[in-house]
């Protein structure tokens, strides 16, 4: 398999993404809204966020909703206002891809494009997006054992990618105190067996906001090499997942707190 | 939603295939195997299971496979030995398509389009089944709650297409003397909240053939409206999926199985 | 181990109760409300029971409970009710026992001692139960793994007990459409590695009553020697479960049915 | 609910046992081998951690075990040898009870009493454990919402005890890479919702000693008042879990970690 550890050099190991580098000492911190909801909304997060010390942006434009009713992103307009989200703060912007069919679109706006947590198995779009020329960010999906997971980024690989990132995000358990059950011993499993960066989403895998600054420093103790969080400066009236939102105030003292961390284990941020 | 039992008249709650009739007194006991190997492999299966009482046939062209390595089906190939194999025994053919792409294609062939465990949150693939002009059978998603699966199929409804049969095929937990864990109350459940037709797959629900009778048997004593297994005139050799392959004798003891469970609840085979 | 099928002979295989016999022809219904709540209500729910063809009581006296302040049952005035319901009935009685220090008083009034899924890992218990002298009902443990079943009922057959009947109840998983998700798939997986008869409780498996019946008639085609449902003639004022709990009518006609599936299979009721 | 934390004033919430203050600004750090094999080896380890910086001993005299046949402890004989590595160290000692007969034997012994996991719905244990005047480390079941694991710690508390301290153990999931899934969301959510001390055995909620370390660095970084783990000598030849003990060498170098770490979250080794 490509994905195994002695597959690749020690120098091959980091995936650059503009100024972010995943694997690296420094942190890659991503920060941004579920949604794109609207051009002032986008912007004002993005500078917010980076403001705080994010070192890239995420926001969805293309959103996979359980209901067919349920709002599915503005779509090409959502690209078109993270450009420009990205040219005030120019920072590097990933964004959600569902279908290949969007895929040039949005591989053309993104800096990096994502595979969600429900596409892990969908083996045509691994392919699609690792033939795309971007890099890859593949979510775990929530029931998929680490096995079948690197697998899923072997087809990344296979497709000719090297530029692919992992993402805990939670797993599907009997408890309902979480939305998901975060499972960070992942972190240290999959850098055992891989030479792939392994970031740590605590928003979706906890799905409460609160719980996300600890979840976020826990993972970095265990060896993330980054987390991805959603920040809404208005998160009770965020279009979607309002309740897992922090705001830019929180996101501020929580990459203060993970600059410490970070410094504990060897790293910054 | 489109899926609520009370938005349906009675008369319209049958999905018609070919000679088999899902949702009606007679069980639709489709057979095939996992995979379409070789054509004589394909026409040998079906005319056993044709012989045996199957009013269905099943078969991959398209696999979906975890390694990238791994056999990915005879594609085209495939389809063209599926045709050939309804011709020879005049049993209408459900197959599973993997991608958009691949769409067209498949319904040409294909009776009834299958969608299978890995792709039910792949909402775009969903959406385009429904409108394929095809009958669609949904697989439910191998960490999705009924709720969720309801959901998925409101995305092939709101496409246009009517005639959508469930199948519960196993989910996820932490036992492993299975491959997943059948969930048979899923079925009453389903029914009691949707006028779609419901049927199992005790093949991959259990992962053993020794345990394909037995929970085709409850299947339908809890009221599913067929079910799905996977037959090989020698599984030992097959392709994918050995170990849960039956054979042309088990099925045929299983029909007649079925058909006392049947009369016991006021249906046929 | 002494649960293994080839150490005893097909005669011995058999564990009676009184006039009811597991894993015979006929199988075997035990009936009745989740909790002793007063004398009355014991016997007016045990004669209804017996009139719609049960052939076994049960009803807890020492109830586990989540709780501290939950009501815990009614404890030395419950098992003399519940002797009294045999007396009325004729039928033999099953009841929990929660702790050591109480098998001396439930010994001697249960023709049967169950031990509940909270305790399948309470290895004193297991030891003392098996040293009693009474049948020993052993429920699953909510995340055991069928091996760890069976190895807990090898520690009531290692203190010298040979009539130990197993019974599938539900195991945790996401699903929440449930109380618990019955896995029946346990019927023939326990059936083929062990001697021990294997009964179903839908009525915690489920936790609905409205999906007892279909479950149990799933549990007698896939291979249960028997059922326990709960039973209550005034489900709305139970002081426990009640929504899991059927009517004596429900289960005077679920009698009926799950003969016609017995019939099937080649038994009776 | 006695375990809320409006009800207990915030110099109330610290647990004291011995030198050891589970709550306070210092982390208990547990350290000891799985089993008491004999009195060389717990004495050897109890120094070898003792030096390396462990503020308490842990050890097992008293052993669950799935199967009847495997080695249940040294019983009596165990206590007695903890009862001299304290002498030796300083430390106290925790150790399981494992049913109500053995509880004044314990209590005699212990500093501080455990109730595993498999135990935590054993109300009974939980009484009388609750009684026996020692504090109580109460570990969640292996399928317990937190919820129900609050719970069952009440039945300690309501039995007139108030020095309970909670310890997440790992989770049953479908995952297989690891023993069980470590729920670190667990130690925010518990401690937003009760006064009582958190610690986490990352021993048992990874199975694998390479796996301790990130995962107790990773507990204390979200909030974990400290951590509980299996080292041994000779890990290899180890009675009981070996795989996942660790070396005194990797202690050593944990605690100088978690120092670090607890640094960087306002807290001391």
């Known amino acids: 398999m490509i994905f195994e550890k002695e597959k690749r050099g020690e120098g091959e190991r980091c995936v650059r993404v503009g100024g972010a580098v995943f694997g690296g000492a420094r942190l890659v911190l991503?920060?941004?809204?579920?949604?794109?909801?609207?051009?002032?909304?986008?912007?004002?997060?993005?500078?917010?966020?980076?403001?705080?010390?994010?070192?890239?942006?995420?926001?969805?434009?293309?959103?996979?909703?359980?209901?067919?009713?349920?709002?599915?992103?503005?779509?090409?307009?959502?690209?078109?206002?993270?450009?420009?989200?990205?040219?005030?703060?120019?920072?590097?912007?990933?964004?959600?891809?569902?279908?290949?069919?969007?895929?040039?679109?949005?591989?053309?706006?993104?800096?990096?494009?994502q595979i969600g947590s429900r596409n892990m198995h969908n083996s045509a779009l691994l392919r699609a997006a690792g033939g795309c020329g971007k890099p890859v960010l593949l979510k775990r999906g929530m029931s998929a054992t680490l096995q079948e997971y690197l697998l899923a980024a072997e087809y990344v690989l296979d497709a000719g990618c090297r530029r692919v990132v992992l993402c805990e995000r939670g797993i599907r358990?009997?408890?309902?105190?979480?939305?998901?059950?975060?499972?960070?011993?992942?972190?240290?499993?999959?850098?055992?067996r891989t030479w792939m960066p392994v970031i740590v989403d605590p928003s979706h895998g906890t799905g409460r906001a609160a719980l996300v600054p600890?979840?976020?420093?826990?993972?970095?103790?265990?060896?993330?090499?980054?987390?991805?969080?959603?920040?809404?400066?208005?998160?009770?009236?965020?279009?979607?997942?309002?309740?897992?939102s922090g705001t830019?105030?929180?996101?501020?003292?929580?990459?203060?707190?993970?600059?410490?961390?970070?410094?504990?284990v060897g790293r910054t941020v």
Chains 1, 2, 3, 4 share one sequence.
Request: aromatic share 6%; hydrophobic share 45%; charged share 20%.
């Open 30 to 113: 991503i920060a941004g809204p579920c949604t794109v909801e609207s051009r002032d909304q986008m912007i004002e997060v993005a500078c917010a966020v980076r403001e705080a010390g994010a070192s890239m942006l995420r926001g969805g434009a293309f959103k996979p909703r359980t209901s067919p009713y349920a709002f599915q992103g503005l779509c090409a307009k959502g690209l078109e206002f993270l450009a420009e989200a990205r040219e005030r703060t120019g920072l590097p912007v990933v964004t959600e891809v569902l279908e290949t069919a969007h895929l040039s679109a949005v591989a053309e706006v993104a800096d990096m494009v």
């Open 173 to 192: 358990t009997f408890e309902t105190a979480t939305r998901f059950t975060l499972d960070l011993t992942a972190v240290p499993l999959l850098k055992e």
């Open 214 to 244: 600890p979840m976020a420093l826990a993972a970095v103790a265990c060896g993330a090499d980054g987390v991805m969080v959603e920040i809404h400066t208005h998160p009770d009236q965020a279009l979607c997942d309002g309740e897992q």
């Open 248 to 264: 830019p105030e929180m996101f501020y003292k929580l990459v203060k707190d993970l600059g410490v961390i970070a410094g504990a």
